[in-house]
Nanobody, 130 residues
Framework: QVQLVESGGGSVQSGGSLRLSCVAS????????MSWFRQRPGKEREAVAT???????DYSDSVKGRFTISIDNAKNSLFLEMNSLQPEDTGMYYC????????????????????????WGQGTQVTVSS
């Protein structure tokens, strides 16, 4: 089994920054696509960004240019640097992953779809005040 544990959420003012972290443990396989999703109040869970072992990242249009996703393969860790935060970024942020038994280095774009994710973390709350 795999466990994903997020950290780094908190409360900031509009225009501020936060850095989220996620550590994966257990049978993580030879490669991965890892993603950040968020669930804003009253809305469905939505994709934020995804990245794979090969390092290629994809972003949702709503965060492009403000958020940066990164991965540390050696430490099974995923990060999300969030800048220029706005009140509409408020929500619960979830780490998600798909692990591969082979050395997959392709695009992880498909893992912006929550239906393709195998594992989820418990979430970390981000609150942005105006």
């Amino acid at each position: 089994q795999v466990q994903l544990v997020e950290s780094g959420g908190g409360s900031v003012q509009s225009g501020g920054s936060l850095r989220l972290s996620c550590v994966a443990s257990g049978k993580t396989g030879a490669a991965t696509c890892m993603s950040w999703f968020r669930q804003r109040p009253g809305k469905e869970r939505e994709a934020v960004a995804t990245i794979g072992t090969g390092g290629h990242a994809d972003y949702s249009d709503s965060v492009k240019g403000r958020f940066t996703i990164s991965i540390d393969n050696a430490k099974n860790s995923l990060f999300l640097e969030m800048n220029s935060l706005q009140p509409e970024d408020t929500g619960m942020y979830y780490c998600a992953a798909r692990f591969f038994s082979v050395a997959y280095r392709g695009s992880c774009y498909a893992y912006l779809d929550k239906a393709n994710v195998d594992y989820w973390g418990q979430g970390t709350q981000v609150t942005v005040s105006s």
